[in-house]
């Protein structure tokens, strides 16, 4: 990442402290503004947005109500979304170890880093979903359902970027760390639902709504989903396991709770990602 004047602006070796815990620096920013400006010239992410742009207009365009336009949009947030941005986040990672190798070459914590680059690629993520998708929603429909989906956008963007950063320190092989991303996004976006459908049928005779309740906690995917239906009043199609999803999650104690514990799916798999990173041998 050379300045104008060809030399990297890092800070003298002297004032790096290997066993210091990490606090975010001026070297986390400058690799985060690095790898940003570098992703949002990527034909893969303009195109991303642009595709985003246009399936969020034509879904609103389509129908009068907006609701319908929401809930379209909600199978695009959970599912297409959290592909993009496991794989891509993956595979750009892998593709950028020339400049990671660069950057441990310099007296720069490793945790700066890590941390510089999972900014950069979910910052411009968010930004193209922000730009995409969150634009025509504002224009359609800026009320509380509205407002409730670009969070959730969001948020799942964090999270999956965060997943996709603990697949490629886990294994320096792309094509493993590729398939283990994939796994990851099927596990949550499609098998886990299915595993919790086929343990309630198994179980049918006990009462397992609280232990349902629990399970969701478990998936990052179904709790965007579960706070988006509280918002379009589709609760009252689930019966009774609807009524009970109503009343926990749409209360402000269970919304809280839901964008909490999705915001702990970005952290804890960014905090092992970083504490791998520290001791692995590149």
């Not at 365009?61 to 947030?77: F, H, P, T």
């Not at 009343?247 to 804890?268: E, K, T």
Request: charged share 10%; proline share 4%; net charge positive.
């Amino acid at each position: 990442m050379p300045t104008k004047t060809g030399v990297l602006d890092i800070p003298k070796p002297h004032s790096i402290t290997a066993h210091k815990p990490f606090k975010p620096s001026m070297d986390t920013f400058k690799i985060a503004k690095y790898v940003l400006i570098d992703i949002l010239r990527n034909r893969f992410v303009l195109a991303y947005t642009a595709l985003l742009l246009l399936v969020s207009m034509s879904f609103f365009n389509l129908e009068n109500d907006a609701n319908k336009g929401i809930m379209s949009l909600l199978n695009i947030v959970l599912i297409v979304l959290p592909m993009v941005s496991i794989i891509f986040s993956t595979i750009h990672i892998y593709n950028a170890n020339e400049f990671m190798e660069l950057m441990l070459a310099q007296p720069i914590r490793r945790s700066a880093i890590l941390l510089g680059q999972y900014t950069g690629i979910a910052g411009s993520l968010c930004l193209a979903w922000l730009v995409g998708a969150g634009v025509p929603i504002l224009l359609y429909d800026s009320s509380s359902r509205g407002l409730v989906l670009i969070v959730i956008g969001l948020v799942l963007t964090l999270v999956f970027v965060s997943m996709a950063l603990l697949a490629t320190v886990l294994s320096r092989d792309k094509a493993k760390g590729i398939g283990i991303a994939l796994v990851l996004w099927f596990y949550f976006s499609i098998l886990y639902d299915g595993l919790v459908l086929m343990s309630m049928f198994a179980f049918s005779e006990y009462p397992l709504e609280n232990v349902v309740l629990g399970l969701t906690f478990l998936n990052p995917v179904d709790l965007a989903r579960i706070a988006m239906l509280m918002q379009l009043d589709a609760a009252a199609l689930m019966g009774y396991t609807g009524a009970m999803f109503q009343q926990f999650f749409g209360s402000g104690l269970g919304v809280a709770l839901s964008f909490l514990a999705m915001l702990a799916w970005a952290i804890f798999p960014l905090l092992i990602s970083l504490r791998i990173f520290r001791h692995k041998d590149i």
